[in-house]
């Protein structure tokens, strides 16, 4: 029943082996002080590529709403930062967006300023 499982450890075996002496061909290349080719990439460097238009957020496929209840408002204060972090590209569209998230921020640390004042426990 286990007769196929040593043909099965050397074809892994040639794979790596294959695969470490084309890296290896590669290395002894590049000391020996001989030209390395490159490696083929799929796509061109990031500079090449057009930059993204800035649109409308919206929400990811598959991305469940977060619950809009009292009981939880953090999840509230996340979605914010999340739908405003998500229009965020490029150094400038941040500057854009930095007061909108100090605003949301200092809001947080308010309600929470306010929660901690009335709880009797101390939290």
Do not use: N
């Not at 030209?35 to 409308?56: E, F, I, S, Y």
């Not at 204060?77 to 998500?86: P, R, S």
């Amino acid at each position: 029943m286990l007769k196929p499982a040593p043909l099965a450890c050397f074809g892994v075996a040639a794979i790596f082996l294959g695969y470490a002496a084309f890296q290896y061909a590669g290395v002894s290349a590049g000391l020996a002080g001989q030209p390395v080719a490159a490696p083929a990439v799929a796509v061109g460097p990031l500079q090449d590529r057009p930059a993204p238009a800035p649109g409308p957020t919206r929400p990811r496929p598959g991305k469940k709403p977060l619950r809009e209840t009292d009981d939880w408002p953090d999840g509230r204060f996340i979605a914010e930062m999340d739908d405003l972090l998500d229009t965020v590209h490029d150094p400038a569209s941040f500057e854009r967006v930095k007061p909108k998230l100090l605003a949301v921020v200092r809001q947080q640390v308010a309600q929470h300023a306010a929660f901690a004042a009335s709880d009797p426990a101390g939290a």
